[in-house]
């Protein structure tokens, strides 16, 4: 009987939801009616006529390709979808590493770089991100030398227009790497000293075929980079904030969760001959994985959802390309639609797998 009602009361609470849903929706239909306005998604095969600083997009036959004025809105969304996409997988990664730095460095033994990552952890979780990411772009990337007099790092250029990476390219040493990774893969259980097989499998492809990858130069022109990859300061200033940000809340949770494992735990790693290091990595950390997945994945939500702040510093994202979609056409309500429904999509996918990430690495227990 418990069960029963429980269930009777959320379906009750979703079909209020829904109720409401469809409510809002069918008053503004109405409303849009009145004004001689039809609700409508055609307007999306319209062709767009604006330009984005960068992204991509993609067209039947063509696949994917640079966003060009002449193609449609929806083509335009998807290119700002794009973009959201690339700087949330880039934060998740950058964030989750530097937050595990920060963390180490809050438990450390040394006053100098616990007070270090104290001050961090509390100088950035209480600044608005709005504002660090005006820091970013007004105040650092902004501030760069001049394209012409911009400064030539390992084969990189960097001034006010970004960072312009060297090409990469993958050269016939790149199979020595994939023998020896499959090699690798084949000892994984064959021992200590299952890796010596593969690290000379991987000099004698390197000797003999060369570096795995190739990296070209960037040509400086004198109206911009010839070849490479362009970080422009608005996906910079983006992805840094996002990654500074976030790093901070994910240090805590990632610090809580390490000392949320067990004293005992410490102690016999250190009383079975391992290291203070191989302890932590080996026999500490892997538990406090299990404890810190789930708040993890809140912050995960919360950038993914804070990639919309980049409407401030001009970077081309999903909500930016929404508003310009929304000003020209007057399709402001069918259109947030789509954009709620884009950024739902984006979080339950990344909530799905963490949880599927959750699953595999839960304790089981047998009764």
Same mark, same amino acid.
């Given at each position: 009987?418990?069960?029963?009602?429980?269930?009777?009361?959320?379906?009750?609470?979703?079909?209020?939801?829904?109720?409401?849903?469809?409510?809002?929706?069918?008053?503004?239909?109405?409303?849009?009616?009145?004004?001689?306005?039809?609700?409508?998604?055609?307007?999306?095969?319209?062709?767009?006529?604006?330009?984005?600083?960068?992204?991509?997009?993609?067209?039947?036959?063509?696949?994917? @390709?640079?966003?060009?004025?002449?193609?449609?809105?929806?083509?335009?969304?998807?290119?700002?979808?794009?973009?959201?996409?690339?700087?949330?997988?880039?934060?998740?990664?950058?964030?989750?590493?530097?937050?595990?730095?920060?963390?180490?460095?809050?438990?450390?033994?040394?006053?100098?770089?616990?007070?270090?990552? &104290?001050?961090?952890?509390?100088?950035? @979780?209480?600044?608005?991100?709005?504002?660090?990411?005006?820091?970013?772009?007004?105040?650092?990337?902004?501030?760069?030398?001049?394209?012409?007099?911009?400064?030539?790092?390992?084969?990189?250029?960097?001034?006010?227009?970004?960072?312009?990476?060297?090409?990469?390219?993958?050269?016939?040493?790149?199979?020595?790497?994939?023998?020896?990774?499959?090699?690798?893969?084949?000892?994984?259980?064959?021992? @200590?000293?299952?890796?010596?097989?593969?690290?000379?499998?991987?000099?004698?492809?390197?000797?003999?075929?060369?570096?795995?990858?190739?990296?070209?130069?960037?040509?400086?022109?004198?109206?911009?980079?010839?070849?490479?990859?362009?970080?422009?300061?608005?996906?910079?200033?983006?992805?840094?904030?996002?990654?500074?940000?976030?790093?901070? &809340?994910?240090?805590?949770?990632?610090?809580?969760?390490?000392?949320?494992?067990?004293?005992?735990?410490?102690?016999?790693?250190?009383?079975?001959?391992?290291?203070?290091?191989?302890?932590?990595?080996?026999?500490?950390?892997?538990?406090?994985?299990?404890?810190?997945?789930?708040?993890?994945?809140?912050?995960?939500?919360?950038?993914?959802?804070?990639?919309?702040?980049?409407?401030?510093?001009?970077?081309?994202?999903?909500?930016?390309?929404?508003?310009?979609?929304?000003?020209?056409?007057?399709?402001?309500?069918?259109?947030?639609?789509?954009?709620?429904?884009?950024?739902?999509?984006?979080?339950?996918?990344?909530?799905?797998?963490?949880?599927?990430?959750?699953?595999?690495?839960?304790?089981?227990?047998?009764?």
């Amino acid at each position: 009987m418990p069960r029963l009602r429980d269930l009777v009361l959320q379906a009750l609470v979703l079909g209020l939801v829904a109720w409401g849903l469809a409510y809002l929706v069918g008053t503004a239909k109405a409303r849009m009616a009145a004004q001689g306005i039809p609700f409508s998604f055609a307007f999306l095969s319209q062709e767009a006529g604006f330009s984005l600083s960068e992204g991509v997009t993609w067209s039947q036959g063509e696949g994917l @390709r640079p966003y060009y004025p002449s193609d449609t809105y929806w083509q335009a969304l998807l290119a700002g979808f794009f973009n959201t996409l690339r700087v949330t997988v880039l934060g998740l990664v950058a964030a989750s590493l530097l937050g595990l730095l920060v963390a180490m460095g809050r438990l450390s033994g040394n006053p100098l770089a616990r007070g270090l990552a &104290f001050g961090y952890v509390e100088l950035v @979780r209480n600044t608005p991100l709005l504002l660090q990411l005006f820091v970013w772009y007004f105040g650092l990337l902004l501030k760069l030398p001049p394209w012409e007099k911009g400064l030539a790092l390992a084969g990189a250029y960097l001034s006010q227009r970004g960072l312009v990476l060297p090409e990469v390219t993958l050269a016939p040493g790149a199979l020595g790497l994939l023998g020896a990774v499959l090699l690798g893969y084949a000892l994984r259980k064959a021992g @200590r000293w299952a890796w010596i097989g593969p690290l000379l499998a991987l000099v004698a492809a390197w000797l003999v075929l060369g570096p795995p990858i190739r990296l070209v130069p960037v040509e400086v022109g004198p109206f911009g980079p010839r070849g490479g990859t362009s970080l422009t300061p608005e996906f910079a200033a983006l992805l840094f904030g996002l990654t500074v940000y976030t790093s901070a &809340f994910i240090a805590e949770v990632i610090r809580g969760a390490i000392l949320a494992v067990p004293r005992g735990q410490w102690e016999a790693g250190l009383s079975l001959g391992l290291s203070p290091r191989d302890t932590f990595f080996l026999v500490i950390l892997p538990q406090a994985v299990r404890i810190a997945v789930p708040p993890l994945a809140n912050q995960y939500l919360n950038l993914a959802k804070n990639t919309s702040l980049g409407v401030g510093v001009g970077y081309p994202d999903l909500f930016s390309v929404y508003s310009t979609v929304a000003n020209q056409s007057g399709r402001s309500l069918e259109a947030i639609l789509l954009v709620m429904g884009v950024y739902l999509s984006l979080s339950l996918g990344i909530s799905a797998l963490v949880n599927v990430y959750n699953r595999r690495v839960a304790l089981r227990w047998k009764l």
